[in-house]
Every structure is written in structure tokens, then in C-alpha cells.
């Protein structure tokens, strides 16, 4: 039977090592003019204008990851009060009063661990846990997301699972999910963490870039 959930982000699920998981998120910046829509569990990085913005679709780059977008809040200049929303919509489709910031709230634990769906078919099990340790990206669906839900429609690329060190997610570990255990099909869910991280004490690489391109 086809898996229940086929794509939705990186959900913050855990910390390397069975740390203490406060689900705790950090407050930063997004640009009121940016008409980038940027989705619930979609990578963000930061900018050098001190501001994040989404990923970009790229399997390399210049710029560390700095987590996932978890929620947004901006003060609504026609409604006169603040919004809160799990995405921000970009700038285009909302009234935003330019006197107050726009507030991002970001899993940017450089230790988080998240959960992600495959795009693709992994096989078997056998053949998804030898994948586990590997590296991987998230493919052309890494800037996309639903207008409805709000939510990410990244999920992680089957093709691109291999040792190459650029690569900016780490697979370490498969999620036993009984709704999802078709391996045959998209959505197996798998548990990775970001490689290169830009709140980590050492960088092994970079990973993230705001270029459009293929992969993440």
C-alpha cells in the first residue's frame, strides 16, 4: 500500500545522542519586502543584510544552513494587529506594517534531528539502510511548498543519496512508521541532520546557496 505521507519538509524531531529535545527555536529576521515564500520545515539560511531567506535548490554552495522554519509573526498594517502564521507567504500577498520586524522562528540547534520523506522508491529496507550514513539532497521540490497547508513539499532525493562530502543532508537512520513502510514507494521516512551548519563550532563544508539550480 502506497505511504500515507509523501513529502512535507524537515520536521524537527530530536537531538544527536537522545539530548534533551527542548523543541526550542531561535528569533531572527525575515526582510519585509522579501516575496519569497518561505514554507513550515523548508531550509533557511542567513544573509549577509542579517535577515534569513529560503534555501536555495542547489546541491552546493557557499552559505551554511541555519535550520528550519518552524513559524512567522508580522503586524498586519490593514488589520492594525499582529499575525501569527506557520510560513511566511512572501511579502507580495500580505499587508505588512514596514514599523515592526518580521519575526522568524527557527530550529537551529546545529545537534537537531529531523524527519524527511523519500521522493522516490528505496527498494526494500535492505536497500534504504544501506543509504543510512550516507549523504544526500532535496532535490527539486526544496523551495516548494503548499499555499494551503503552509507547509514544505521538500523531501529527500533517492538519486542523490551517495558519499559525496557536498552534499548538505546526513541520513542516519530509517523511522519505523507503520502508515508509511512501503518501501516500494515514496515517503519512506527517514531521519537525517544538517551537514554544514552555520551555527556549528567547525563547518566540515559548505552546503547551502540561494541560487536556483537542482538539489538543495
Not at 52 to 70: K, P
Not at 75 to 92: A, E, M, Q, R, Y
Amino acid at each position: 500500500m502506497a505511504n500515507q505521507e509523501t513529502a512535507y519538509g524537515l520536521r524537527p524531531v530530536g537531538l544527536v545522542g537522545g539530548a534533551t529535545n527542548s523543541t526550542g527555536v531561535t528569533e531572527y529576521e525575515i526582510a519585509s519586502d522579501n516575496t519569497n515564500a518561505i514554507y513550515q520545515y523548508a531550509i533557511v539560511v542567513p544573509l549577509a543584510a542579517g535577515v534569513i531567506d529560503q534555501a536555495g535548490a542547489t546541491s552546493g554552495g557557499t552559505t551554511q544552513a541555519l535550520g528550519v522554519l518552524t513559524g512567522v509573526m508580522y503586524h498586519d498594517s490593514v488589520k492594525k494587529k499582529p499575525v501569527f502564521l506557520n510560513h511566511w507567504p512572501g511579502s507580495n500577498n500580505v499587508s505588512v506594517d514596514t514599523n515592526h520586524p518580521v519575526k522568524a522562528l527557527v530550529a537551529d540547534n546545529p545537534n537537531q534531528l529531523f524527519q524527511v520523506a523519500s521522493d522516490a522508491s528505496l527498494t526494500d529496507r535492505a536497500t534504504a539502510l544501506a543509504g543510512v550514513f550516507a549523504n544526500a539532497s532535496l532535490g527539486t521540490s526544496a523551495r516548494t511548498g503548499s499555499d494551503d497547508t503552509g507547509r514544505s513539499n521538500s523531501a529527500l532525493s533517492v538519486s542523490s543519496i551517495a558519499t559525496t562530502a557536498t552534499l548538505p543532508l546526513r541520513v542516519v537512520g530509517i523511522v519505523d512508521d507503520e502508515a508509511n513502510n512501503d518501501f516500494t514507494a515514496a515517503g519512506i521516512p527517514l531521519l537525517v541532520r544538517l551537514n554544514a551548519h552555520f551555527n556549528a563550532s567547525t563547518r566540515r563544508f559548505d552546503s547551502q546557496t540561494t541560487a536556483d539550480s537542482t538539489g538543495i
